[in-house]
């Protein structure tokens, strides 16, 4: 059971992990589409910038061939300028007038020249400009597009590998689910024929047990009537009246001291941690000592903190030697169990421990309270915490005092009367529960502490871990003291009875008695031992359940079996009274045969007496044999029809008269008593074997009964389990939860980034059109020109 938790919780955690991954991927899928979608965008926008860079550059060669020929014009200009002045200066004495106009067109021809050129120089700064700046943001443009190409090659990367993974993860769950499913339902198979096989052995231990009752009401009868002698009143002359070995007592005292240890260790566990932790806080708490070194007072506080283990692992050790010395073979009353003074003695110690680490607990609470951050209500929680330790300290005297107390009658007999004893496990079960009370509250109380400390200013991630630590140690704590308070009280009529007491007497068992019932129990089983190697040996345990579960499986239903053996029980009875006749008839006619031979030998010897007397007298002798055989059968032939009764100690017994009447009737009963003699032992023999196999069936329905509170003791554990497993769920959930709002964080800046990437595109495609018109005007003008 244990293998399919841990196979059902490790499915239950790849599921978590797979449906975690499969939300990442739907995020990491929806951003590659959307880099794809940006890098297919900007793409177009190359090519745009592209086609509007060919253009510019269409027009930038336009402009320079237009510049050439403008350049090639001003040339010229100057040479016919230069021609004009030349002929000017030549015919200036000719004509003055068409000089002076020829002059004004040459000034007008300069300024627009000049302004040209000007124009021209402008153009030629703004182009270069403008190319300088298309080239940048190409450049940037391009740089962008590789990071993002990269970006969305790493992201479908992943998303192959994620992709992979969770299919090998969603084939290996499916194998997972398969076997599992196929492993329950042979676990319910196994737990169906359990169920059966479990309540055919309760009605075979309710049969056993009626007739186990009716055997010992015939027992204590046959005891009562037959055993007058048996003085139990005066228990002073009855030293040697040693009780019977109780058995079921001493698995009953073996089962609860596992179940015990079992809680003991819960509690070390918990009390190694409890203090372990503190010990943490100590070091944390209200100042730091990797920082700054703590008080004196919370240097030795962790000193004697350090040494909790070498006073609380010893209550496991001595609790641990305690199960081990209550066997089914020894005799577990508080009068032998010497193993208990360990127990007391450790857990004494502990107690001074407590003892002597609890003015520095109270010290350090009121540190706490000094440092400066420490509210009014932090302060009235360390008060309780402070009441809190106390009443738990004063428990645990409680608890010591009365543990020393049932230790002392193992050291000395007439330590404490039966009585005393009882009042001592009552008062130890109260005790229980009101430590299991203060702890309760004590972790109440810490945990409202730790809700307070969370708002205050200084706290750090390494004092919420320790605290968070130190919470679960107290309710681990909590939990194991409610189980032992709670297992006390449901067996405290168990502890309170006297197990082991002499017959009519008050008087608890000394060790001595002690000595001598195991003694006396040796000798019985090997009594039994001797007697089974005698008898044949019985079917094997394997052999037995093969034999069972081919019965159970049989097609016959149980009421035709039922009927079947109760007409072969009436046919045997009836059979064996028929059989019980017939040997009393062939042993009657035995001793009729013997008797007739022993008269025909009589009469034989007689009549050879009378031929050898007399030769003339054999013929007297013959008639007078003839007259005697005639007389006898005449006597017989009306004493076949008359029958008379005889009695005897064995009983009635109807019989013929004959001559020999009072020999007949003695071989009769002699034969009788030997018949029934014979018959009483069969009987005995028969019911030898059914108490031995009335033993066997209580033996076996024991070790059901044992299977059946193991089977218990799993599922409480296995519900402890589930009861874990549904808090790792609900902290995943909350991880899940933790990482959805992170992934929506990181999408809601990526969702940002975007925004602010497409208002600078928007910008620059603004800044390029208006170059790009600014570029068209210049163009239209030069054509103009």
């Known amino acids: 059971m244990a293998n399919v938790t841990d196979l059902q919780t490790k499915y239950s955690k790849l599921a978590q992990e797979y449906s975690k991954l499969r939300a990442q991927n739907q995020v990491l899928k929806k951003g590659v589409v959307d880099e794809q979608a940006n890098s297919a965008s900007f793409k177009e926008q190359l090519k745009q910038r592209d086609q509007s860079l060919r253009k510019q550059e269409q027009e930038m060669d336009s402009l320079s061939f237009r510049n050439q020929q403008l350049a090639k014009r001003v040339e010229l200009l100057q040479e016919e300028l230069a021609v004009s002045e030349a002929k000017g200066k030549k015919g200036k004495s000719k004509a003055d007038s068409p000089s002076q106009h020829g002059l004004e067109t040459q000034s007008v021809f300069d300024e627009d020249l000049q302004k040209k050129i000007e124009e021209n120089e402008r153009l030629h700064i703004q182009f270069y400009e403008a190319d300088e700046q298309h080239r940048r943001q190409e450049a940037e443009l391009m740089t962008r597009l590789q990071e993002l190409e990269k970006e969305s090659e790493q992201h479908q990367a992943v998303v192959d590998g994620l992709t992979a993974k969770y299919m ?321 009280s449901n067996n405290l009529d168990f502890f309170t009875s006297s197990g082991y007491s002499p017959r009519g007497s008050t008087v608890p068992l000394n060790p001595l008695q002690a000595e001598s019932m195991l003694a006396n129990k040796k000798k019985a089983a090997a009594y039994i031992h001797a007697i089974k190697k005698a008898r044949p040996q019985s079917v094997p345990y394997k052999e037995a359940l093969s034999n069972r579960r081919i019965l159970t499986s049989s097609t016959e239903s149980r009421e035709g079996l039922t009927q079947q053996v109760h007409q072969s029980q009436e046919k045997i009875a009836r059979l064996e009274q028929e059989k019980e006749h017939w040997l009393l008839e062939a042993q009657l006619g035995k001793v009729r045969l013997e008797k007739e031979n022993q008269r025909i030998a009589d009469l034989e010897t007689q009549l050879a007496a009378a031929l050898g007397g007399s030769p003339y007298s054999q013929p007297a002798a013959a008639s007078t044999l003839a007259q005697s055989h005639e007389e006898a059968e005449k006597e017989q032939k009306p004493a076949g029809r008359e029958t008379t009764l005889c009695t005897s100690l064995v009983g009635m017994l109807c019989t013929t008269p004959t001559v020999e009447h009072m020999g007949d009737e003695e071989s009769r009963e002699q034969l009788i008593k030997t018949h029934y003699m014979a018959r009483v032992g069969e009987l005995t023999t028969q019911l030898q074997i059914s108490d031995s196999k009335a033993v066997h069936f209580h033996s076996e329905c024991r070790a059901l009964a044992k299977r059946l509170a193991i089977a218990e003791k799993s599922r409480e554990t296995l519900s402890e389990e589930v009861k874990l497993a549904n808090q790792n769920i609900t902290r995943l959930q909350d991880e899940l939860a933790t990482t959805k709002r992170s992934y929506e964080d990181q999408l809601s800046m990526m969702s940002d980034h975007l925004c602010s990437m497409n208002e600078t595109l928007s910008k620059q495609r603004e800044e390029i059109d208006t170059l790009k018109l600014g570029s068209k005007g210049n163009a239209k003008k030069n054509k103009g020109r």
Not at 380 to 398: C, G, H
């Open 168 to 488: 090998e993860t969603i084939g290996r769950l499916q194998s997972d689910k398969a076997r599992l499913e196929v492993k329950a339902q042979t676990l319910e198979r196994e737990a169906k024929e359990c169920r059966m096989r479990t309540e055919e052995c309760q009605q075979q231990l309710r049969r056993c047990q009626s007739e186990l009752n009716r055997q010992v009401k015939q027992s204590s009868s046959v005891i009562q009537e037959k055993v007058p002698f048996n003085d139990t009143k005066f228990g002073d002359y009855n030293s040697l009246n040693v009780p019977p070995h109780n058995r079921r007592h001493q698995l009953k005292a073996r089962d609860l001291s596992g179940q015990a240890l079992s809680f003991i260790q819960d509690l070390v566990a918990a009390l190694l941690n409890f203090h372990s932790y503190t010990e943490q806080r100590v070091h944390i708490y209200p100042l730091d000592s990797s920082i700054e070194p703590i008080s004196p007072l919370n240097q030795k506080f962790s000193q004697y903190l350090h040494e909790n283990a070498a006073y609380v692992r010893p209550l496991e050790d001595s609790c641990l030697q305690l199960h081990q010395s209550i066997t089914e073979d020894t005799v577990t009353v508080l009068e032998t169990v010497v193993k208990l003074k360990s127990f007391a003695d450790n857990f004494s110690s502990y107690t001074h421990f407590l003892q002597k680490i609890l003015p520095y607990q109270l010290k350090s609470l009121e540190e706490e309270c000094d440092t400066p951050l420490c509210t009014a209500a932090l302060t009235a929680k360390n008060q309780e915490l402070q009441s809190d330790i106390k009443r738990v300290t004063s428990v645990f005297e409680k608890l010591q005092s009365y543990i020393y107390l049932l230790s002392l009658p193992s050291v000395r007999q007439d330590a404490m009367p039966q009585s005393s004893t009882s009042a001592v496990f009552t008062q130890l079960a109260a005790c229980l529960h009101s430590l299991h009370d203060a702890i309760k509250e004590m972790s109440k109380h810490y945990n409202q502490k730790a809700g307070l400390e969370q708002d205050l200013p200084t706290i750090t991630q390494k004092l919420c871990t320790t605290t968070e630590c130190l919470l679960g140690s107290l309710g681990s704590l909590t939990s194991s003291t409610g189980k032992i308070a709670t297992f006390f």
